[in-house]
């Protein structure tokens, strides 16, 4: 069973801080992905990455691929409070199977202080 | 263009009785995925269905669960003889094509509260 370990689990931070959020496994992912879920809604898809090493900015979220495809990170720079939400991480199944079958993380709950 | 709507968003049912869960996917998309979400969980898979077939059910329980999508009409996520257990939020996605680099669009999901 691939597992996909989320950290941290809680983080409430001040506006104008940086964060990291972590997600890190002992399986390999072909693909890693970065969601965000609001309140009573569904997740929404910000990033897939692809390629070991891999890093892919928007604005100030820098997403980051592990040399080994085992762990992606997530940074915000100069968070604002409209960040706030949960962030999830999912991984794309490396046993062979070629549809969006995901393992997700157990979430990060990102509350910013104005 | 409409995105996945699921239908409905909150639904109460006792011990015993059953629940329908519906889901439209993204106009075009024939490919539909069911997530569950319990409490201080992640989102867990249950079922990848395409027109009219069950891809991979690997996480779906055996007993009681089962889901359909038919060549028209939404797809059913249907849930008999609830337990407590099966409260949770109910997510359903879909995507344009099969590929494991698929965008997936997933809906605002049903709450489901058994009491």
């Known amino acids: 069973t691939q597992l996909l370990e989320q950290s941290p689990q809680f983080l409430s931070i001040q506006e104008g801080e940086n964060l990291t959020v972590y997600c890190n496994s002992s399986?390999?992912?072909?693909?890693l992905q970065w969601y965000r879920q609001e309140p009573g809604e569904g997740p929404v898809l910000l990033v897939t990455v692809v390629t070991g090493g891999e890093v892919k900015k928007l604005k100030r979220l820098t997403f980051q691929f592990g040399d080994a495809r085992k762990d992606s990170s997530l940074h915000i720079t100069a968070a604002q409070p409209g960040d706030t939400g949960l962030y999830l991480c999912?991984?794309?199944?490396?046993?062979?199977?070629?549809?969006?079958?995901?393992?997700f993380g157990q979430g990060t709950i990102l509350t910013v202080h104005p | 263009n409409a995105g996945v709507m699921q239908n409905p968003r909150h639904l109460v049912r006792r011990r015993g009785q059953e629940a329908r869960l519906r889901c439209s996917p993204v106009k075009g998309h024939s490919h539909v995925y069911w997530y569950r979400q319990l409490p201080e969980e992640g989102l867990k898979f249950m079922v990848y269905?395409?027109?009219?077939?069950?891809?991979?059910e690997s996480g779906m329980p055996k007993e009681r669960f089962s889901a359909e999508f038919p060549k028209e009409g939404p797809s059913i996520l249907r849930i008999q003889q609830v337990v407590r257990g099966d409260s949770a939020a109910y997510f359903c996605?879909?995507?344009?094509?099969?590929?494991?680099?698929?965008?997936?669009?997933f809906g605002s999901g049903t709450q489901l509260s058994v009491l």
């Open positions: 269905l395409q027109k009219e077939n069950i891809i991979d």
């Open positions: 399986s390999v992912f072909s693909s």
């Open positions: 996605a879909s995507s344009r094509n099969r590929g494991e680099y698929e965008k997936l669009f």
């Open positions: 999912a991984g794309a199944n490396a046993g062979g199977t070629s549809y969006g079958k995901l393992t």
